[in-house]
């Protein structure tokens, strides 16, 4: 490892978080983790955009720690309205925020990279783990997928990530969010038109829209297996649910989308 990685240097307005972890006390991170860790889900994810998004790092910082620890992956912590013209010190916390998620939930990963300084972040103490994403963040310049490629992630790996995503993996996200609004009209169009009883009302109907898509959107960020879309919606939502729920609202949702595919196919014609 070199003396002073190329990411150190403050060019493009670029400041490594570890310069700025320096400037507060071990109390004062203690402090505040403390208090993070009194806060409900939602406020917690909350807060985390908001801080993230206003450019308060140490305090996005902090509240990321406690998502991973909760086992909310950075891909579910993110508006889908978010912003994506980030600076390069949200990048390279985006950056941050990914590795601090895969070194907690895949620390086996470590056998499968090559290098060690790679392993470092991993492995590493909190001091060589920042040295070494500094090191790998190259003040901005290395593209994601080549990080991807170096640490060997998996599909799986990249799709609990919100940044560290190869080409093939970041169009497949691409393409969910731009889907997900359309997605969500249809369903709910769908919904509309169901009658309402006493045992189905206008909040079990509401209730049902955003499980149905919400399982939709899980598909997407997983292998397609229902047990897969179960641990997924349980991440993003903090709720549990059965893989044979999970089946059987997809093929509703499926004969939704087909339905709604077909008449716009019959308004062309």
């Given at each position: 490892m070199t003396s002073t990685s190329p990411a150190t240097a403050s060019a493009s307005g670029f400041v490594p978080l570890s310069r700025l972890l320096q400037t507060v006390s071990p109390e004062g991170l203690d402090a505040a983790r403390?208090?993070?860790?009194?806060?409900?889900?939602?406020?917690?994810?909350?807060?985390?955009?908001?801080?993230?998004?206003?450019?308060?790092?140490?305090?996005?910082?902090?509240?990321?720690?406690e998502l991973t620890a909760r086992g909310i992956p950075p891909c579910f912590r993110h508006s889908h309205l978010s912003a994506t013209n980030y600076t390069i010190n949200q990048k390279f916390d985006l950056?941050?925020?990914?590795?601090?998620?895969?070194?907690?939930?895949?620390?086996?990963?470590?056998?499968?990279i090559r290098y060690k300084r790679c392993k470092l972040m991993f492995t590493g103490r909190d001091?060589?783990?920042?040295?070494?994403?500094?090191?790998?963040f190259y003040n901005g310049t290395r593209a994601a997928w080549k990080i991807v490629k170096t640490l060997r992630l998996t599909e799986k790996q990249q799709l609990d990530?919100?940044?560290?995503?190869s080409a093939?993996?970041?169009?497949r996200i691409q393409g969910v969010k731009d889907a997900r609004d359309r997605i969500f009209g249809v369903l709910q169009d769908d919904l509309r038109a169901a009658r309402r009883t006493k045992s189905f009302t206008e909040e079990d109907a509401k209730a049902t829209l955003f499980r149905r898509h919400r399982l939709w959107l899980c598909r997407g960020y997983t292998n397609g297996s229902p047990v897969a879309i179960m641990e997924k919606y349980a991440q993003l939502t903090g709720t549990a649910i059965t893989p044979q729920i999970v089946s059987r609202q997809l093929v509703i949702v499926d004969e939704v989308l087909r339905k709604a595919r077909?008449?716009?196919?019959?308004?062309?014609?």
């Open positions: 403390q208090r993070v860790a009194e806060l409900d889900r939602q406020t917690l994810l909350n807060k985390f955009s908001e801080a993230f998004m206003r450019h308060k790092r140490l305090a996005a910082f902090v509240m990321s720690e950056l941050v925020f990914d590795l601090r998620w895969l070194r907690r939930m895949y620390l086996e990963h470590k056998r499968q001091r060589e783990f920042h040295s070494e994403v500094e090191y790998a990530c919100f940044w560290l995503h093939p993996i970041a169009k077909s008449n716009n196919d019959e308004k062309k014609g």
